[in-house]
């Protein structure tokens, strides 16, 4: 028995070794291949990389991992090869140096040959032999084995450290490592001021979330970086309502740290914090409602349950990706509409599916008869809703989308642009229009490298659009320097809601006169708190 655990033991440590020689060998041989491929096409840092998969990925396109694994054929092949050689060399090489060969005993078990011999000289019985490994012979092996090892730790030093400078890997262990107090010095909960409406009648609104919609896509006279603008309408609803950011031409809100992902920014637009939830928390579990997302949150969702609005979440993809269903359900009580009810209301067969689930045309169409719905009741709306054509890697290209701006990412992104100017029109048509407010926003900078090639992060700003506003200050200053979390006070604001303070969150209302952090403690310097860890956050909003 005592021999069985013993060679049992011998053979998991083997093939722990080997296994962690053959990641080594991996990583060395592909690690600068796939941290190029995955600079290139999503642009992100380590820090999304594991939010979004602490998140799940259910509900999204994981094709990209099939795209990640061709990239590496040949070196994954490579490294393989190595590691089958480096194991075939163990077992030939040390099969009989370091060796001994020994005599079997039945009943006294393993002897020397050479002082057991004359012992034995006069059986008659042939003796049996077997070869087992000497001190010497394991010192051996064992000094082959952790050269191997050094070998291939030494190797994949410089891979990593270039992966650590693409990534920003250290940054973000460094940063938890760091705490912040800015939550204890800045927040301002929201049930710790007065939130009032001036209006008579309560004010809908209609959020539209533009995936990955940009300030980069103007023409580089209007702020941007292409040679001519992809986002005519876009910009010409800009100046002919209210739009924030403090660059000339193309107006947008900077997206800090905690923010640079869809969940992230919607979290932060409508709360006034970012995303910095600590790993495993809430992990994902599809409906489950054992425990609430973000249960010390209060959202915008949340403020307008408690005024009496119907709230309804629009998307053409699955909800349950990122925990967007959580997130709106759970805080206002929104109604779901997504992939799934598009296909159980009929808009599309149940085997119908592209890109993430729908086209935006598609969602658009649905969006209006869902709007209408709401419209008919006797009660104010929010309907808040997300794109998706626009997501990495390079957008959908769909039926409606035009020719002749370059490439497929730049027409996905005229097409996006039309579209909304159409939604918006449409919703200008109708009855419900004169007390709603529109606001059309992009959810963070996009995370490939189309269209952005060479463009420095701190001049890409997410747009924002506020039509048809209620706002209550007359005077206002549309060149600020703004954050995500500005949105949560403004979107209020442009409702028509007065706030005690101009203050939620992290977030200020960007219709007052008031600073925001980032004007009042620099933007980069609130970027670096933002990206630090706090024990408020986690007792607080966890």
Known sequence: MKKIIKTTIKSVLYVFYYGFIAFLLYFVVAGRTLTDWYDVTFGTRFREIVYTFNLGLTGADTSFMNEALQEC???????????????????????????RKVRVDESKGLHDVQTETAKHETEEATPKYRWVRSKWGYALRGVYHVTILLICIFLAKPVYAYADQVLEVSDFVRSKLTYTKIYDEKYVAPSSVQIQNTRKKKRNVIIVYIESMETTYASKDLGGYQNHNLMPNLYNLQKENIAFGDRKGMAGTHNPSGTTWTTASLLSSSSGIPFAFNMGMNKNEGNSKDEKFAKGVTTLGDILEKQGYNQEFICGSDSTFGRKKKLFREHGNYKIFDYYSAIDAGYIDKDYKVWWGMEDFRTYEAAKNEILKLADEDKPFNCTMLTVDTHHVGGYKCQKCPTGNGSKTANVVACADRQVQEFVDWCKAQDFYENTTIVILGDHPRMDKKL?????????????????SASPFRKINQKRTAATMDLFPTILSSMGYSIEGNRLGLGTNLFSSKKTLSEEMEYDEFNRELGKNSRFYHKEFE
């Open 73 to 99: 054929q040949s070196d994954l092949i490579k490294a393989t090869i190595i590691v089958v050689l480096l194991i075939l060399a163990d077992l030939i090489l040390f099969r009989r140096v370091g060796r």
């Open 452 to 468: 952005v090639q060479g463009v420095d992060k701190g001049n890409r700003e997410a747009i924002d659009v506020f039509i048809n």
